[in-house]
């Protein structure tokens, strides 16, 4: 049977999404909290960027992949307007549902659906955007949930991948005193759940740095990709265009 990584650790490839599925329902309550805290507010720039670089208009539509608590969804709805869709889906149960339920609290009723990124519901060439945000290094088969994105884009759609990265060289040692040390930590006095949150940082490096991804998502089809690094390389927004 084929391994794949969880973290560091070395687990059967069909192990993975359940694993991963235990991570996120046990930090969904306090997930935002938590992104608040680890990126001290960071995160909500890094989104909106990842937003600006979509190009997303009034009236298109968006595929949110892995949106979870939502926060995608919110600034991509209010690109489209009303006479546009801004779906937000997610493969776990409980991560959905914040999410949909936050969005209502603030009067949003976007199209919510639990799917798995590798085989996407919905016929080809449908969105003009697709954003997956935090969540492609925790999918299995990368290479075939790009393909699934790709193949639901229309010719000239947009694929936009906001995910951790590669920090710049010399902030390495820091970056790491900071991951394995005191994320866990504040996961544990958080969320209470310090191995989540060490499992969070190790997929971190377990992920393809810039280049690596843009050879990826090259190969699943996507032209003229590019990579804007953010807050020195500790996350990375990458994009691409479907033919």
């Not at 490839?13 to 694993?19: D, I, L, P, S, V």
């Not at 930090?27 to 720039?45: E, K």
């Not at 040390?181 to 504040?186: I, S, T």
């Amino acid at each position: 049977m084929s391994k794949t990584d969880f973290g560091f650790s070395q687990v059967d490839e069909t192990e993975k999404a359940g694993r991963v599925a235990g991570v996120f329902e046990s930090v969904a309550p306090s997930y935002d909290a938590m992104n608040d805290l680890m990126s001290v507010g960071l995160h909500r720039l890094w989104k909106r960027f990842a937003v600006d670089t979509a190009l997303v208009r009034s009236g298109q539509r968006v595929l949110d992949v892995a949106g979870g608590t939502g926060d995608m969804t919110r600034l991509f709805a209010q690109r489209v307007g009303p006479t546009g869709e801004a779906w937000l889906t997610d493969i776990n149960g409980p991560m959905l549902t914040t999410g949909r339920d936050r969005l209502a609290d603030e009067g949003l009723n976007p199209p919510v659906l639990r799917c798995d990124a590798e085989r996407l519901p919905f016929r080809s060439r449908y969105f003009d955007c697709v954003c997956v945000a935090f969540g492609l290094r925790n999918m299995t088969h990368k290479d075939t949930a790009l393909a699934e994105f790709h193949r639901v884009l229309k010719p000239g759609g947009r694929l936009v991948v906001l995910e951790f990265s590669r920090v710049w060289k010399p902030l390495e040692k820091l970056y790491d005193l900071y991951s394995f040390r005191v994320l866990p930590f504040m996961g544990r006095l958080v969320a209470k759940d310090a191995e989540s949150y060490r499992y969070l940082a190790e997929s971190i490096r377990m992920h393809p740095d810039q280049d690596e991804l843009k050879a990826m998502l090259e190969t699943a089809g996507l032209e003229a990709v590019e990579y804007f690094n953010l807050s020195a390389g500790v996350v990375a927004v990458h994009r691409g265009w479907a033919s």
